[in-house]
């Protein structure tokens, strides 16, 4: 008799429980905007002119893409003449092709035409930073 209330109790515990842990894994704990502003014609007008492109690949859901986020928008404030490009990778396969991108944790510098850096899930701003300034 006292065991179908414990089960139940247990029970209880348990769903609130993986809910709880659903929720901490699934949704991302450093959530900020992210958009896409990349274009084709944008990419290659700014490679025609020499300039330096830091092109970003993130998922919305994507912790480590959200805290790239973060420095690339740091960055974007301090680097005045470089272009920021940003797509989500699961609806523009179409770019990731195009740029040899498999990983959306990516960051790619560009120096007009040639790539000058690549790096996958890095969070870590100095390197971020030292990334870009190699296209500068």
Same mark, same amino acid.
């Given at each position: ?78 680097? !005045? ?9 699961? !609806? ?45």
């Amino acid at each position: 008799m006292i065991r179908k209330p414990i089960i139940m109790l247990l029970s209880h515990i348990l769903t609130k429980l993986f809910f709880t842990f659903f929720l901490f894994i699934f949704l991302p704990v450093n959530a900020v905007e992210k958009k896409t502003n990349f274009s084709i014609e944008i990419f290659e007008e700014a490679k025609a002119s020499g300039k330096t492109i830091v092109i970003n690949s993130y998922e919305v859901w994507c912790g480590t893409c959200g805290q790239q986020t973060k420095i690339l928008d740091q960055a974007e404030k301090k680097f !005045k003449n470089i272009i920021f490009l940003s797509y989500e990778q699961s !609806k523009n396969k179409n770019i990731a092709k195009k740029l040899g991108i498999k990983f959306w944790t990516t960051i790619v510098v560009y120096k007009g035409d040639k790539e000058v850096a690549r790096i996958v899930g890095q969070t870590n701003k100095k390197i971020i930073y030292n990334a870009i300034q190699k296209g500068v």
